[in-house]
């Protein structure tokens, strides 16, 4: 039907003369060859392969670059399988590479370029000796090694069609870039990559390899490709061809669209599964796959599409199931372009073999790479949330710091960015600050580089981000009493000072205590424990003079925990050695304390004289060496004048002191006496 439906075509094309579009269709559907493999080619399947040379695979790791990852061009092969109108666009876009046999045949196609009003200033030409135009089924699959160069991994085409089968290296040498040899015999309908470890075929592949192992085919899937997850999956339309193309489609690295038909199709239940099959599969992203589905009550083509470069070419028929086609891939698709293409009446749209057949994007060797596991499950609020992402320039030139960014926003209000800082090699992390319970956040990271590449991940930016919602508080938190430890013991002796630790979050707090080695002095009999929810715990700190000549000595005590927020902290200690009796140190170097009276009853007056304005602490010690009083002081160059009568000094307990006022490491002390 499909041979007669030609002939006819080609009859009245003679009929009714030699227009430009219709010469370039008439060329199309002189090619003897389908989709399927003709009678003689079943009878030469034995030369599939045959003289294939594999070479070594790309230095590792290995990228997959998917459909929807940035593209410089398209490759189209004439005579074509393709509308003008859709050439036309393209070129408009991006650039067009079309294969041609000879020089007459580029000047041809050029002519008719112009006559159609195609961009010819984005058009070039890859002269080489084609058999069809399944640019797909035998074209390049793009990949990123190891040195972020762009290569071309090719394989043995499984159509006994030598001139199609060389296209792939002489693309390669064409971009100049590096062409890879595996060994297995595939074709591009039956490869979807998610451009992130995991890919999917259908099981002819295993079947078109027979005599290799499964296992050894998974393994050069990995090693030329790096797709780390193969999924090799049964065939539900149960037709000719076994294409993965023709019933789904990665959309993103965590999307795919699904064909859908009536409960009455003769394949419902077998398509119906392979939509269940991906829906509890585990994208990249740790997350099931988004699964969306398009009607194709008929057998439609419309998983059959073009991804290049945030637009989407949809291949149509033109019946009532084309518009919510469209809406299909606009719900699953959100920022994306859909654009809408009828088939030529010579090559029309089959259910097998549409507009993703017969087209094949080239990727950008060039582009701006962004590579990151965003954030899609609920994270607490009690944290901030950080964003790793590697940011590559593929071109080489550097990268515009005051436009790598993240952009997040809260309960879908107004986008507000977040800085990007690098780290090492290519590794930027950014901040989105925590949020209260029950808040959604959505975020996509920017970059741009001194190419006037502009680049978001996902893809598409703000239309479609990475979205996540915050939970209740699930971290303990620790609240220490001080900052610091001021105390003195007499020579030969030792005292005793707390730290009061509370734990005001929402999970058990654990926490060690420690010192620096040689710190004999600071003792801690417990430096380890546990804090329930709202509770408070005392730790002892014993600070032992023995040993010690009379002076001052300063160290810190750290407080390590489980606190995210405060992994480790720290508390300064400074031990004064000294007999309280003996001391009268009126005067350091910046400062000098005078006191009245002394002794006292009720109140101190004291004058402190600076040489520069400062902070100063006094601290007040009992004999034993604890503090009980302490009190911050503003002082300016000159005299100052001090009254002490707080409440809290009033209720001093007659007896000894020792006061000390401190500046860094100045300090003076005096002795203080308080009279019933």
């Known amino acids: 039907m499909k041979i007669l439906s030609r002939i006819i075509f080609t009859t009245s094309l003679f009929i009714i003369g030699q227009n430009v579009v219709f010469c370039q269709e008439e060329e199309a559907i002189q090619s003897p060859l389908t989709h399927w493999m003709t009678p003689d080619e079943l009878l030469r399947k034995d030369e599939i392969g045959k003289g294939f040379e594999p070479t070594a695979p790309p230095t590792w790791p290995v990228i997959s670059v998917a459909e929807f990852m940035p593209s410089e061009g398209v490759l189209v092969r004439y005579p074509f399988g393709i509308p003008m109108s859709l050439i036309k666009d393209l070129s408009f876009r991006t650039r067009v590479t079309t294969i041609v046999k000879n020089s007459s045949q580029q000047s041809t196609v050029n002519s008719q370029y112009t006559s159609n009003g195609v961009n010819v200033a984005n058009c070039d030409y890859l002269i080489a000796n084609s058999d069809s135009y399944w640019t797909r089924d035998y074209g390049p699959w793009y990949v990123i090694d190891s040195s972020y160069e762009v290569g071309i991994v090719d394989f043995p085409y499984n159509r006994p069609r030598p001139n199609d089968d060389e296209i792939a290296k002489l693309v390669a040498g064409y971009l100049g870039i590096q062409w890879y040899g595996m060994q297995v015999t595939h074709t591009g309908g039956n490869y979807m990559s998610n451009g992130m470890g995991q890919a999917s075929s259908t099981e002819l592949v295993y079947e078109e390899n027979q005599g290799t192992s499964t296992a050894t085919i998974d393994q050069r899937m990995r090693d030329y490709l ?110 994306y372009e859909i654009l809408t293409y009828m088939q030529l009446g010579s090559a029309p749209w089959e259910s097998t073999d549409a507009l993703h057949c017969r087209t094949h994007e080239m990727a ?147 926490y060690t205590l420690s010192v620096n080695p040689g710190s004999d002095w600071i003792g801690i009999p417990d430096p380890q424990g546990s804090i329930g929810m709202g509770n408070t715990s005392l730790a002892d700190i014993i600070l032992n003079s023995a040993g010690l000549v009379n002076g001052v000595y300063h160290d810190y005590i750290y407080v390590t925990s489980n606190d995210p927020d405060r992994l480790i902290d720290s508390i300064g200690v400074t031990f004064t050695v000294g007999d309280p009796s003996a001391i009268n140190q009126l005067q350091a170097d910046g400062l000098k304390l005078w006191v009245s009276p002394n002794p006292f009853t009720n109140f101190v007056r004291l004058k402190v004289e600076s040489n520069i304005n400062r902070q100063a602490t006094i601290t007040i010690f009992t004999t034993g060496g604890q503090p009980v009083f302490s009190s911050t002081l503003e002082l300016h160059a000159g005299l100052n004048n001090v009254n002490l009568n707080s409440g809290e000094f009033r209720t001093l307990q007659p007896g000894i002191y020792l006061m000390n006022v401190r500046s860094g490491d100045q300090v003076v002390y005096r002795r203080l006496v308080k009279l019933d």
């Not at 193969?230 to 065939?235: E, L, N, S």
């Not at 795919?256 to 829906?279: D, G, N, T």
């Not at 637009?311 to 959100?334: C, F, R, S, W």
């Open 226 to 335: 790096g797709i780390e997850q193969y999924f090799v999956r049964p065939d539900p339309n149960n037709t000719y061809i076994d294409h993965i193309d023709c019933w789904a489609k990665f959309l993103d690295v965590d999307k795919i669209l699904v064909r859908a038909v009536p409960a009455s199709h003769p394949q419902y239940s077998s398509i119906e599964a392979a939509a269940a099959f991906w829906a509890s599969t585990t994208s990249s992203y740790g997350t099931p796959y988004q699964v969306f589905r398009v009607n194709t009550p008929n057998d439609e083509p419309y998983t059959n599409s073009l991804i290049l470069n945030k637009t989407v070419y949809l291949p149509i028929k033109g019946t009532a199931n084309d518009q919510p086609a469209k809406a299909a891939y606009e719900a699953a698709m959100p920022g």
């Open 364 to 510: 950008d060797r060039g582009m701006l790479l962004i590579r990151h596991m965003p954030i899609l499950t609920t994270r607490p609020s009690d944290e901030d949330y950080q964003l790793l992402a590697d940011i590559v320039p593929l071109s080489d030139t550097g990268l515009y710091t005051d436009s790598l960014f993240i952009m997040y926003r809260v309960n879908n209000g107004t986008w507000k960015p977040a800085e990007l800082n690098w780290q090492q090699n290519h590794q930027w992390t950014g901040i989105i600050p925590r949020q209260t319970e029950g808040s959604l956040i959505d975020y996509y990271i920017h970059a741009a580089d001194s190419t006037g590449r502009s680049e978001n991940h996902p893809y598409i930016g703000a239309p479609d981000p990475h979205s996540f919602s915050v939970g209740p508080a699930i971290h303990p938190h620790i609240l220490i009493n001080t900052a610091s430890i001021d105390t003195f013991a007499y020579p030969g002796n030792a005292t005793t000072a707390k730290i009061s630790m509370t734990n005001t979050g929402a999970a058990t707090l654990s």
